[in-house]
């Protein structure tokens, strides 16, 4: 059973940094890329970022370019978001997802609120 | 970036109605289009991969169309379990982008 639970989350002041995980199990995880998807309170859904199978691309929406890294380690099973210069504006909970080529996002773990407030 | 168009926002159903969610996307992609139900409180699941491939365990009731830039959602017979948001994401180009969801409730 293919299982994706996500921790790191809490309240951060504006400016600071924060890192999620996201523990994989149930599949091959070096074998797919993987995505962080977030959504802030009573709003829909954002794609935040994606990484490829080795870790050698990654892509970001220009809202987080440059603030946001993510990263994966293979021999772990492990996903990470690195997110720095925090703004109000990224509260929200965050979704690790596994990326299929040809179904999309198809599973997801049950996410992680962060909250960024003085 | 590719821009997506999901309508309605929300949708006002009676059981055993036939709903349907269109999404529009700013440029070809290509059918790498997927459909996602969400509950309140819980992560989206994926309903419908590449268009039209239904992911297993789901329903027959829920069905997806289209080629180019439009594509459809439907869902036969709504049951009080589909009650829900929906969302599009299209995944041909980053950035992935999805639709502003739509909220199904009953009537």
């Known amino acids: 059973e293919v299982q994706l639970v996500e921790s790191g989350g809490g309240l951060v002041q504006p400016g600071r940094s924060l890192k999620l995980s996201c523990a994989a199990s149930g599949f091959t995880f070096s074998n797919y890329y993987m995505a962080w998807v977030r959504q802030a309170p009573k709003k829909g859904l954002e794609w935040v970022a994606t990484i490829s199978t080795s870790g050698s691309r990654t892509y970001y929406p220009d809202s987080v370019k440059g603030r946001f890294t993510i990263s994966r380690d293979n021999a772990k099973s492990s996903l990470y978001l690195q997110m720095n210069s925090l703004k109000s504006e990224d509260t929200a909970t965050y979704y690790c997802?596994?990326?299929?080529?040809?179904?999309?996002?198809?599973?997801w773990g049950q996410g992680v609120m962060v909250t960024v407030s003085s | 970036d590719i821009q997506m168009t999901q309508s309605p926002p929300s949708l006002s159903a009676s059981l055993g109605d036939k709903v349907t969610i269109t999404c529009q996307t700013s440029q070809n992609i290509n059918k790498y289009i997927a459909w996602y139900q969400q509950k309140p409180g819980k992560a989206p699941r994926l309903l419908i991969g590449?268009?039209?491939r239904l992911v297993s365990g789901i329903p027959s009731r829920f069905s997806g169309s289209g080629s180019g830039r439009d594509y459809s959602f439907s869902i036969s017979n709504v049951e009080s379990e589909d009650i829900a948001s929906y969302y599009c994401?299209?995944?041909?180009?980053?950035?992935?982008?999805f639709g502003g969801g739509t909220k199904l409730e009953l009537k």
């Open positions: 997802a596994r990326h299929d080529h040809t179904m999309g996002l198809d599973y």
């Open positions: 590449f268009t039209s």
């Open positions: 994401l299209q995944y041909d180009n980053s950035p992935w982008t």
